[in-house]
């Protein structure tokens, strides 16, 4: 399981088209500049999300979506 504070995995795709075994982001120059590329893009993503308008809906303020949605406080199956 990959958790956020993995570094990431890097692939030679020309000789491991399996993805067998992964690059040495930590000795070698070149693939730990690409390591790096890859956290700060992977961050941006991240912070992009993050700031993607979210909205919160009410069913409660119409009579539909009452219906629809159990408006009931008192049923712990309702979402009112």
Not at 45 to 54: K, N, P
Request: proline content about 5%; charged content about 20%.
């Amino acid at each position: 399981m990959h958790r956020p504070d993995d570094a990431p995995l890097l692939f030679d795709l020309t000789l491991d088209e399996g993805e067998a075994t992964a690059l040495d982001i930590i000795s070698s120059a070149p693939h730990k500049a690409i390591a790096a590329t890859m956290v700060k893009m992977r961050a941006a993503e991240i912070a992009d999300v993050a700031a993607t308008a979210r909205t919160v809906t009410d069913y409660s303020s119409s009579a539909a979506g009452r219906a629809a949605n159990c408006c009931n406080e008192a049923n712990p199956a309702c979402r009112c």
